[in-house]
T-cell receptor
Framework: GEDVEQSLFLSVREGDSSVINCTYTDSSSTYLYWYKQEPGAGLQLLTYIFSNMDMKQDQRLTVLLNKKDKHLSLRIADTQTGDSAIYFCAEPLGSDYKLSFGAGTTVTVRA | DAGVIQSPRHEVTEMGQEVTLRCKPISGHDYLFWYRQTMMRGLELLIYFNNNVPIDDSGMPEDRFSAKMPNASFSTLKIQPSEPRDSAVYFC???????????FGPGTRLTVL
């Protein structure tokens, strides 16, 4: 496809792990991004991964990259209520520094 | 650094009025992007600048929309005349030449009545 694709909704119990999946389009993308948007706020860069890496871990966040399948995932361990937000996957469009964003996955954390 | 600054944070106006949204990018950043976010269409790139020069305005919806960047620290997005369907959150973002990582401002929520 031509668009970055994400599932739209994810509901998770507090304390469980969340996994958000994304399919991107360009196998030559050098960076892949996860942004977080809390209600009423702008997009905040959460983490990114270089294309020469398979995994990146940052505290409760784990990013997995499968270049063969052009699949990116974000795992949030021990999900907290403050993790409720919309999560966007993004990739650069060619070499001109535009980013193509997915539609966003709304994560709802329930008690 | 203060991050990307946008003003106003909220704007309510009547159909037909001119609206001007403002953005101050992060100091030293070379790229500036304007996005629009709606429930129906998600996040759309409207236009972006490199070193104050517009590079791609293919996302600008129509001639009612215009954007300028008179210097490295200031950009405006103008809608004239505004219409109810322009109601959205407008984001500004900036990045450096060395990296495509974009940093977003808090957005301007525009309501056109």
């Amino acid at each position: 496809g031509e668009d970055v694709e994400q599932s739209l909704f994810l509901s998770v119990r507090e304390g469980d792990s969340s996994v958000i999946n994304c399919t991107y389009t360009d196998s030559s993308s050098t960076y892949l991004y996860w942004y977080k948007q809390e209600p009423g706020a702008g997009l905040q860069l959460l983490t990114y991964i270089f294309s020469n890496m398979d995994m990146k871990q940052d505290q409760r966040l784990t990013v997995l990259l499968n270049k063969k399948d052009k699949h990116l995932s974000l795992r949030i361990a021990d999900t907290q209520t403050g993790d409720s937000a919309i999560y966007f996957c993004a990739e650069p469009l060619g070499s001109d520094y535009k980013l193509s964003f997915g539609a966003g996955t709304t994560v709802t954390v329930r008690a | 650094d203060a991050g990307v600054i946008q003003s106003p944070r909220h704007e309510v106006t009547e159909m037909g009025q001119e609206v001007t949204l403002r953005c101050k990018p992060i100091s030293g950043h070379d790229y500036l992007f304007w996005y629009r976010q709606t429930m129906m269409r998600g996040l759309e790139l409207l236009i972006y600048f490199n070193n104050n020069v517009p590079i791609d305005d293919s996302g600008m919806p129509e001639d009612r929309f215009s954007a300028k960047m008179p210097n490295a620290s200031f950009s405006t997005l103008k809608i004239q005349p505004s219409e109810p369907r322009d109601s959205a959150v407008y984001f500004c973002a900036s990045s450096r030449n060395e990296s495509p990582t974009q940093y977003f401002g808090p957005g301007t929520r525009l309501t056109v009545l």
